[in-house]
Antibody, heavy 119, light 110 residues
Framework: QVRLVESGGGVVQPGRSRRLSCAAS????????MHWVRQAPGKGPEWVAV????????YYSDSVRGRFTISRDDPKDTLYLQMNSLRVEDTAVYYC????????????WGQGTQVIVSS | QSALIQPPSVSGSPGQSVTISCSGT?????????VSWYQQSPGTAPKLIIH???LRPSGVPDRFSASKSGNTASLTISGLQAEDEADYYC??????????FGTGTKVTVV
């Protein structure tokens, strides 16, 4: 059974950095691309970033490109999202999800970790 | 990156059918069969219910079906049930190697 557990959320001041983690279990995570998706309070989900199954490619939304970095450590079955220069508008629940096709769908999701950017 | 456009809300009585549209462009929905649909209940993560335009993952009831025509994708829920009350989001791959979500539709069972 696929299990994804995000961690690392919390309250952070604008301009500071935070690293989120997503621990995978129950499947061979290195065989899957992985996404980060966020959802601001009362809003719909917003795609943030994807990393290829082999880590060779990463793509980002316009709103985070240049500030966020997605990476993976396959021996640890862990996905990361390094978030720099955080803004108030980055406040959201951050989910990790598996890419189960050819950049076509997110099959399994974690429960999310909340990030609040506030002074 | 503009979101795909969905109606804010649809409603129906138990047993009826409802259809949710998802309007994109030639850069996303219109050019790729990489459209998926997600169901989200309050306080929970989205759940995949349709992928690659028409395919249902194992365990998703067959009353959920979907299609695409031109730049617009559609999700139909037939035989609406109380448990189908939730928010629904479409997504599509986009030509700039990104993914875009729809604006979301709240389904109410009246």
């Amino acid at each position: 059974q696929v299990r994804l557990v995000e961690s690392g959320g919390g309250v952070v001041q604008p301009g500071r950095s935070r690293r989120l983690s997503c621990a995978a279990s129950g499947f061979v995570s290195r065989g899957y691309g992985m996404h980060w998706v966020r959802q601001a309070p009362g809003k719909g989900p917003e795609w943030v970033a994807v990393i290829w199954h082999d880590g060779t490619k990463q793509y980002y939304s316009d709103s985070v490109r240049g500030r966020f970095t997605i990476s993976r450590d396959d021996p640890k079955d862990t996905l990361y999202l390094q978030m720099n220069s955080l803004r108030v508008e980055d406040t959201a629940v951050y989910y990790c999800a598996t890419e189960d096709g050819d950049f076509s769908h997110m099959g399994s999701w974690g429960q999310g970790t909340q990030v609040i950017v506030s002074s | 990156q503009s979101a795909l456009i969905q109606p804010p809300s649809v409603s129906g009585s138990p047993g009826q059918s409802v259809t949710i549209s998802c309007s994109g462009t030639t850069s996303d929905v219109g050019s790729y069969n990489r459209v998926s649909w997600y169901q989200q209940s309050p306080g929970t993560a989205p759940k995949l219910i349709i992928h690659d335009v028409t395919l249902r993952p194992s365990g998703v009831p067959d009353r959920f079906s979907a299609s695409k025509s031109g730049n617009t994708a559609s999700l139909t829920i037939s035989g609406l049930q109380a448990e189908d009350e939730a928010d629904y989001y479409c997504t599509s791959y986009r030509s700039d190697n990104t993914c875009v979500f729809g604006t979301g539709t709240k389904v109410t069972v009246v």
